[in-house]
C-alpha cells in the first residue's frame, strides 16, 4: 500500500502521522512528525527505498530468490533477525579468521610434515603410520588451504572415534589415543604456522585431554608363546622374529627397533650385547643391553634368516600374527613391558633392570612392581625358545587356537555380511 499522511494532535500539539502499513513483526507502523514537510521528507525516502529494493529484487535470479526466501523463513523460525545472523557471523569470522602468507593445501603441509620428521630423525614407520593418521582427516579436503580449516572440523572428526565404527572403517580412540592424535595435528598447524601458511594452531581450541590413569597390565605367557609361533608359522613372517625378540626379550623400544641408524652391526651375537646408540635412543639415553640367553637364540636364528633390520613391513606382519591367533588388543610397548616386568625376576636388582631398559623404566617399573608376577611365571617367560615354539606348533593346543581364530572371523564376517544385506 502507499503511505498515506494525516495531520493530528498529539499532546496539544500538531503533528503529522504518517502510515506506512504493517510491518513484518505485524504491528502497523504510524510513526509521527513536526511538520508536514517532515512527513513528505520520510514518506520520499520510504519510496525511494522500496524502489531499489525492488530494482534489487527484480534483477535477482529466481532460483537465488528462492533461496533468500528460504534462508529468511528459517531465520524468522527461530526469532531471530536478518541483521542479528549477520552480526552473529561477523563475530564467529573474526574469531576463526586465519590469516596466510602463502595458501598451501593440506596435503602438501603433510607432506612438508613428514620431511621435517624424517630429518629429526623420525623412523620411516612412525611418519608413515602418522601421516596415514592426517591423510585420514584430510580425505576430501587435500587441495583446501589449510588455513581455512576449522577446529570444529576437526573435532568433528575426533569425535566420530568414539566408538568402534567398522562399516566405515573407524576405530574406537582411547583417552591415551586422542591424546597421541592431538599432538601429531598439533604439530602439524605448528608446521604451517611455521612456514606461513596459517596464523593459527586449531587444536588449542579443541578441548585438551586431561590426566590419564596408567593401565597395568602385559602378555601372559601363553599369547606370547602364541605371538611367536605365529610368527614361526610361515616363511613371511619369519622375517619379523629380529624386531619381536629384541622387544619381547631384548627390552628395545619399538622406535629404537625401527630407527634407520639401528642394524645387524649394533648386535654382538657373540658376547650377548646390543649397544643402542644416542641417535637411537629415546632422549639421547645411550645403553648397553645384555641379551638373555632365549634373546640371543632367538636373534641367532633371525640372522641366519637374514631378517632385515631395520624390519621392513613390520606392522602389516605383527596384524597378520594377531590376525591368525585372534589377538584383538594390541598393547602398547607391549613386547617391551613382558621384558621389563619379567627382567625383574632375573636380576632382581631394579636398578640393573634399568640398564638394559632406559630412563624411562623408572616410572615404568613404579607401576609394574604392583603386578606382583611370581617368578616362577616370569621364568617362564624367558623359556619360550625357538625349540619350544617349534615344538608348540606340531601340537592339537597350537591348532585349537588358528581354528578358533578362524571360526571367530568367519562369524564376524557373516555377521557384518548380514548387517548390510549383502
Not at 601372559?220 to 622387544?247: C, E, F, H, Q, R
Not at 616370569?378 to 597350537?398: D, G, I, Q, R
Amino acid at each position: 500500500m502507499e503511505p498515506t499522511k494525516r495531520e493530528i494532535k498529539k499532546n496539544g500539539q500538531q503533528k503529522w502521522e504518517v502510515d506506512f502499513g504493517t510491518g513484518e513483526n505485524g504491528v502497523r507502523r504510524r510513526p509521527y512528525f513536526a511538520t508536514e514537510n517532515d512527513a513528505d521528507v520520510a514518506i520520499d525516502k520510504y519510496k525511494r527505498d522500496l524502489k531499489a529494493g525492488g530494482e534489487f529484487w527484480a534483477r535477482m535470479p529466481i532460483t537465488q530468490r528462492k533461496q533468500v526466501i528460504s534462508v529468511l523463513e528459517e531465520i524468522k523460525a527461530v526469532n531471530q533477525t536478518p541483521r542479528a545472523v549477520w552480526e552473529d557471523w561477523k563475530r564467529w569470522k573474526k574469531d576463526n579468521q586465519q590469516t596466510a602468507l602463502t595458501p598451501m593445501p593440506y596435503a602438501d603441509v603433510v607432506e612438508e610434515w613428514k620431511r621435517r620428521k624424517l630429518d629429526a630423525g623420525k623412523s620411516q614407520r612412525y611418519v608413515d603410520e602418522a601421516a596415514g593418521t592426517l591423510m585420514k582427516f584430510g580425505k576430501g579436503r587435500e587441495k583446501q588451504p589449510i588455513h581455512e580449516i576449522l577446529a570444529s572440523d576437526l573435532d568433528a572428526w575426533f569425535a566420530l572415534h568414539k566408538k568402534t565404527q567398522a562399516d566405515k572403517g573407524i576405530k574406537k580412540w582411547e583417552l591415551s589415543t586422542r591424546r597421541t592424535q592431538m599432538g601429531r595435528f598439533s604439530s602439524l598447524w605448528e608446521v604451517a604456522m611455521a612456514k606461513g601458511w596459517c596464523s593459527l594452531n586449531i587444536v588449542d581450541r579443541l578441548e585438551p585431554v586431561g590426566k590419564i590413569g596408567v593401565k597395568v597390565e602385559i602378555y601372559p605367557n601363553d599369547i606370547t608363546l602364541n605371538l611367536m609361533a605365529a610368527v614361526m608359522s610361515n616363511n613371511l613372517t619369519k622375517k619379523i622374529i629380529a624386531p619381536m625378540a629384541l622387544g619381547f626379550f631384548g627390552c628395545m623400544r619399538p622406535e629404537e627397533v625401527e630407527h634407520e641408524k639401528f642394524g645387524w652391526n649394533y648386535i654382538d651375537l657373540k658376547s650377548g650385547l646390543v649397544t643402542v646408540t644416542p641417535e637411537v635412543a629415546k632422549d639421547g639415553d645411550q645403553r648397553t643391553i645384555r641379551l638373555q640367553p632365549v634373546a640371543v637364540e632367538w636373534l641367532r636364528l633371525a640372522k641366519e634368516l637374514s631378517n632385515p633390520l631395520p624390519p621392513v613391513n613390520e606392522r602389516r606382519l605383527v596384524d597378520q600374527c594377531c590376525e591368525l591367533i585372534g589377538l584383538k588388543d594390541w598393547i602398547r610397548d607391549g613386547l617391551r613391558k613382558n621384558c621389563a616386568t619379567h627382567l625383574r625376576a632375573v636380576w632382581k636388582n631394579d636398578y640393573e633392570v634399568v640398564k638394559d631398559m632406559g630412563n624411562s623404566i623408572r616410572v615404568l617399573l613404579k607401576h609394574y612392581a604392583d603386578l606382583h608376577v611370581p617368578e616362577s611365571v616370569s621364568f617362564e617367560h624367558w623359556k619360550v625358545t625357538p625349540a619350544k615354539v617349534n615344538a608348540y606348533l606340531k601340537t592339537k593346543a597350537w591348532l585349537d587356537v588358528v581354528t578358533t581364530a578362524s571360526a571367530a572371523r568367519q562369524a564376524q564376517s557373516a555377521s557384518e555380511s548380514a548387517k548390510h544385506g549383502d
